[in-house]
């Protein structure tokens, strides 16, 4: 039997693909914290945005992958969503002009 670790269920993983981005979840870093426990696999899905419209389409898929693997008895999807940051604003030019 092949060994379960988190490289085999990133290998899994690369067959879950965003339908909108075109590729897959873990060539797009949205695989996190993956954590195996003898037969249980647990990882995040860590989506750009908490109101994804594939986030419902994504879980099940994963689910279905990575507990086809052989060893796996149980696979947990934590979904979860990290908003990127907006740079801080800068000055604007007609606020730092002398003349204005």
């Known amino acids: 039997m092949p060994n379960l670790d988190a490289d085999a269920v990133l290998e899994a993983l690369r067959a879950v693909q965003d339908p909108d981005l075109h590729r897959d ?5 949205f695989v ?19 109101v994804c419209p594939v986030k419902d389409l994504l879980k099940p898929q994963c689910e279905v992958v990575v ?11 934590e979904m979860s969503a990290r908003v990127r940051e907006l740079e801080p604003t800068r000055k604007r030019w ?6 204005c």
């Open 25 to 29: 979840i873990v060539t797009l870093g």
């Open 32 to 50: 996190k914290d993956i954590r195996i426990a003898g037969g249980e696999v647990s990882f995040q899905v860590e989506l750009t945005t908490p």
């Open 67 to 77: 507990g086809a693997l052989p060893g796996v008895e149980r696979a947990e999807v």
């Open 94 to 99: 007609w606020r730092s002009c002398a003349a």
